[in-house]
């Protein structure tokens, strides 16, 4: 069974930075075909923050280009997010997600950041 288990959340100060973590169990690295940093607000729609595919394309939100970084280390089964100048409007729960080759998705159970002003 595919587990997906994020870590890094907290309570920043606007401006810090935080490093966000998924861990995917199993052998779903070996099958992936893109995966993907997700946030919601309270009272918003998921939105996609930023993916990389296999052959390591990375695709950024307009409002966090240059602000985060999305990284993968395929020994560790781990796919990171580095959030850096974070703002007050960056708070959400943020979830990964991976899509396989198989055409499946899975998810994680998200994570929270929180941005003071």
């Known amino acids: 069974q595919v587990q997906l288990v994020e870590s890094g959340g907290g309570l920043v100060q606007g401006g810090g930075s935080l490093r966000l973590s998924c861990v995917a169990s199993?052998?779903?690295?070996?099958?992936?075909?893109?995966m993907g940093w997700y946030r919601q607000a309270p009272g918003k729609q998921r939105e996609l923050v930023a993916s990389?595919?296999?052959?390591?394309?990375?695709n950024y939100a307009d409002s966090v280009k240059g602000r985060f970084t999305i990284s993968r280390d395929n020994a560790k089964n781990t796919v990171f997010l580095q959030m850096n100048s974070l703002k007050p409007e960056d708070t959400a729960v943020y979830s990964c997600?991976?899509?396989?080759?198989?055409?499946?998705?899975?998810w994680g159970q998200g994570t929270q950041v929180t941005v003071s002003s």
């Open positions: 997600s991976i899509r396989t080759i198989f055409s499946r998705t899975y």
């Open positions: 199993g052998t779903i690295f070996g099958t992936f075909a893109a």
């Open positions: 990389i595919t296999r052959g390591d394309s990375t």
